[in-house]
């Protein structure tokens, strides 16, 4: 029998008394437990088994989620909360182990709708094999919020011989992506109701340690990897060019977009490439390592439709020029801003 009352969140359940013991007991520890997190101490303690090969590092992230909605076709806030941060430390080639979560409830979220974005959190960790063994709760007042946040920290571990940094990305090296561009964005907006679209756009949230894992396997040589949430891969490709003093040159016509997406881009004005994506891995590898690497990916989950889409440059330093459909160059920027907040 459950011992909540009622059947949304109230400022009592932040307050940490029973009330709060009781949400914690019935919502989060049964979607979360694990050896580490059950012994419920202020601290979550680690095995460090990990770290004993000599010259192994820590990788160490965090990442707080907004997104509104905070359900939407392909995910929610729980999803993305263990995806983004569980990608940020994939794409350095670290192996993520662990995640804390904390959460910001605003009074009067509905018990059935935070039960179903905890056992999001715990299905996508099971996906990506890592385990929430901390976090904390709390409740404010109702407009103090918008509904639910939620922080996530993660540590993993990287191998002593493996150092992924875009400083390392040499010319004539081969830029991939792993599958269509811009799915999260067009399908977060279109889930916000201000279009009314015939077709769903779903969006690509998804772990990236897998296709990861497969890339360094077939690539050993792999330069850098990213994923381009915010941003887009406009963003990413602008990071690498800055970081490593190169150039980076992109062909509009390989780049992988969903015609739907595509579509609502039309409509409304946008560029593709600037669009968050939430499952989407950029890699540069040496031009002799590219079809092992699409090749692997083509093998995985969320990879079917990778793809190479440019080359590393010698310059100018630090441009990201594309080569549009029409013959024609042009550059690719940074925004100053982003095309739709609230994305992630």
């Known amino acids: 029998m459950s011992k909540l009352i009622g059947s949304v969140v109230t400022l009592a359940h932040g307050g940490g008394g029973k009330a709060m013991r009781d949400l914690v007991a019935e919502i989060f520890l049964p979607a979360f437990d694990n050896p580490i997190l059950g012994v419920m101490e202020d601290q979550a303690r680690l095995e460090l088994g990990a770290l004993s090969v000599p010259g192994a590092r820590l990788a160490f992230t965090t990442d707080g989620f ?16 263990v995806c983004g941060t569980v990608n940020d430390l994939a794409v350095g080639g670290a192996t993520p182990l662990w995640l804390s979560c904390a959460v910001v409830i605003e009074e009067g979220f509905e018990f059935e709708k935070l039960r179903r974005i905890v056992a999001s959190m715990r299905a996508s960790a099971a996906e990506a094999g890592v385990l ?17 946040f939620i922080t996530t920290a993660g540590v993993g571990v990287f191998p002593p011989w493996r150092n992924l940094a875009a400083v390392n990305v040499r010319p004539g090296d081969v830029v991939l992506v792993n599958g269509p561009i811009g799915d999260h964005g067009a399908a977060v907006m279109a889930a916000r109701g201000d279009l009314a679209l015939e077709t769903e756009l779903i969006s ?4 990236l340690n897998g296709l990861m894992n497969a890339l360094l396997d077939a690539a050993p040589g792999t330069r ?63 031009a002799d390592q ?55």
Do not use: H
Not at 204 to 207: E, F
């Open 204 to 207: 690509d949230c998804r772990p």
């Open 224 to 286: 850098c990897a990213r994923d381009a949430t915010r941003g887009g891969v406009a963003a990413v490709l602008n990071e690498i060019a800055a970081a490593a003093k190169i150039g980076v040159a992109i062909d509009e016509a390989k780049i992988p977009v969903r015609p739907e997406v595509d579509g609502v881009c039309e409509i409304l004005g946008l560029d593709p490439l600037y669009l968050a994506n939430e499952g989407t891995l950029v890699a540069v590898v040496p």
């Open 132 to 148: 929430i063994v901390t976090g904390d709760t709390k409740v404010v007042e109702r407009g103090a919020a918008d509904g639910l």
């Open 290 to 344: 590219a079809d092992a690497a699409l090749a692997a990916w083509r093998a995985c989950a969320g990879g079917a439709e990778s793809c190479a889409i440019g080359e590393i440059t010698a310059g100018p330093s630090g441009d990201v020029v594309m080569r549009t459909r029409f013959g024609s160059e042009r550059l690719v920027d940074l925004m100053i801003g982003d095309q739709l907040p609230r994305i992630c």
């Open 66 to 81: 907004v997104v509104r909605p905070l359900e939407f076709p392909g995910g929610d806030i729980g999803k993305l909360a």
